[in-house]
């Protein structure tokens, strides 16, 4: 039966160690108790196989040790485990026919670098993951990202091994402005004495792009700043990137089966976006196609759907925003549904369509999109594309081959606050300004900057003091113009 006997084994790199004994480590389980193990081994050309007893370390890991070999030897084995029933599993499966094979010899070989490369960023999700599959027979000893904001270096930053996604990613620790040129490369070394390194694109050439002012996301980088996963036990996510059926480009992300195959009975799961800087009156829009059950017997009502939920807190809570014109269903009673009972919802058949929704909120926001499925009949699934979150209040012109901000605007976050908020001003040319907070009567109850400011994104942070909480109102002022946004402040 499936599960009575596991293996799980990460197979031995090529070493460059000619003094160590290798170490072979696996994890075995059996459902009626093990009653043993071994490590099969052999020198490539050779016909001899020797045989090694595992021992039992701790729970349910076992070992064994093939011997060290000298340079220039290829080692291929296979992990064999019975239990008291005789009943027996082989890792790999093919067992001697297809073994694992490592060498061990000096590494000249630099590792190879597999990444999809950043086509553009923005200022409202800044900054973009950057990842890459890096792999090497000697194992990979750890990976960079060089990178360059209009020509200027920065320090490089170090790459995470991402064990979920079995890649290394990244983020640009730099602050931007639209506008902005990033130019990037990756650096991967390996394990090796040698310490090969591999360069992606190569050592003198970079990949570049510009930052915009909307947040857009087609997911033909990958869609590596969005994470899936279920919000209830038992019930699977079938969240994944798909080229079987698309808006444009190649790729669009949905819940379902493979290509074109149906989603299965009992899932739920939910994909969510990176945080997202949002004022009142932004819109976010995407495109869509459905194909859910709905019921032939209750008119406007679904068994399966999906919703769009948002986060203001970065995600610890979520509620259900509603899209212009409404959503076209509500959920049937079911007790399996992973909604609850009159849940607006999308579903049945639709070709693709574009989703909008108005926004009105202040500050760092996150979408999710939410599918769920009862246990009964399933169609296709929920396919979403080219996602995208103007920013009405941050509007920029192109002046002189570089954009800058086409007015005086602030933005707050998080409002309501109750510790600090920040403070964002969009400047529109050089010049004295001015920030202050008032109360509501218009009196001034701090300054928070009086000065010249350059063109551009002027940050601040206000901590108030000795100041009760209420409604104050944040004014930025230059020489003729004046920008006001009210803030709540709580305790």
């Known amino acids: ?58 729970d349910d ?24 029933a005789d009943n027996y599993i082989v890792s790999p499966p093919a067992g001697a026919a297809n073994p694992y094979t490592f060498s061990v010899a000096i590494d000249t070989i630099p590792p190879e670098i597999e990444h999809i490369p950043l086509t553009r960023g923005n ?12 792999s090497d027979a000697y194992g990979v000893g750890g990976a960079s990202v060089q990178y360059m904001v209009n020509d200027i270096s920065y320090p490089p930053v170090d790459m995470e091994y991402d064990s979920i996604r079995e890649g290394w990613s990244a983020q640009f620790p730099c602050t931007v402005g639209v506008g902005d040129v990033m130019k990037y490369r990756i650096i991967g070394y390996d394990n090796s004495i040698s310490y090969n390194i591999a360069f992606y694109p190569s050592s003198d050439t970079w990949v570049e792009f510009d930052v915009g002012r909307d947040y857009i996301e087609h997911f033909e ?22 080229t079987g059926r698309v808006h444009s480009g190649e790729y669009s992300y949905k819940f379902g089966g493979n290509s074109l195959e149906a989603y299965s009975d009992l899932t739920d799961g939910v994909l969510e976006t990176p945080s ?26 679904a068994w399966d759907g999906g919703i769009i939920e948002i986060s203001t807190d970065g995600g610890s809570n979520w509620s259900q925003i509603t899209p212009q014109g409404g959503y076209p269903f509500l959920i049937h009673y079911n007790e399996v549904s992973p909604f609850s009972e009159d ?8 070709d693709w369509q574009k989703i909008t929704f108005l926004i009105d909120t202040n500050g760092y926001v996150k979408f999710r999109f939410h599918f769920g499925a009862d246990g009964y009949v399933t169609r296709e699934g929920w396919y979403i594309d080219d996602i995208k979150v103007t920013n009405h209040n941050w509007v920029y012109v192109l002046d002189g081959n570089k954009w800058r901000p086409e007015k005086l605007a602030i933005n ?61 109102l944040a004014r930025a002022s230059t020489q003729g113009n004046v920008a006001i946004q009210k803030i709540f402040y709580v305790k």
Not at 123 to 134: L, Q, R, Y
Request: charge should be negative; aromatic fraction near 12%.
């Open 1 to 58: 039966p499936e599960n009575f006997l596991t293996i799980e084994h990460t197979p031995l790199t090529s070493t460059e160690d000619t003094l160590t004994p290798l170490t072979v480590e696996a994890e075995i389980t059996s459902v009626l108790g093990l009653d043993s193990a071994i490590v099969a081994y052999r020198i490539l050309g050779e016909m001899i196989w020797y045989y090694i007893p595992m021992t039992n370390t701790t």
């Open 61 to 84: 890991n076992w070992s064994a040790e093939i011997p060290r070999q000298p340079l220039g030897t290829t080692v291929q084995y296979y992990i064999y485990a019975q239990d008291i």
């Open 123 to 134: 200022v409202s999700a800044w900054s973009p993951i950057v990842f890459a599959k890096i």
């Open 221 to 242: 980088s990958g869609g590596y700043d969005y994470r899936h996963y279920s919000t209830m036990t038992d019930y699977p996510d079938e969240w994944h990137l798909e």
């Open 276 to 301: 997202i800087y949002v004022s009142s009156e932004d819109t976010l829009t995407f495109y869509q196609y459905m194909d859910a059950e709905t019921s032939n017997i209750y008119t406007g009502y």
């Open 343 to 350: 849940t607006p919802c999308f579903s049945g058949h639709r």
């Open 412 to 472: 707050l976050s998080p409002n309501p606050f109750n510790g600090a908020v920040s403070i964002q001003t969009s400047v529109p040319k050089d010049g004295n300004l001015k920030i202050e907070i008032l109360d509501i009567n218009g009196r001034i109850v701090d300054k928070i900057f009086d000065g010249i400011s350059k063109t551009g994104i002027l940050r601040l942070i206000w901590q108030p003091t000795n100041i009760p909480a209420g409604v104050y």
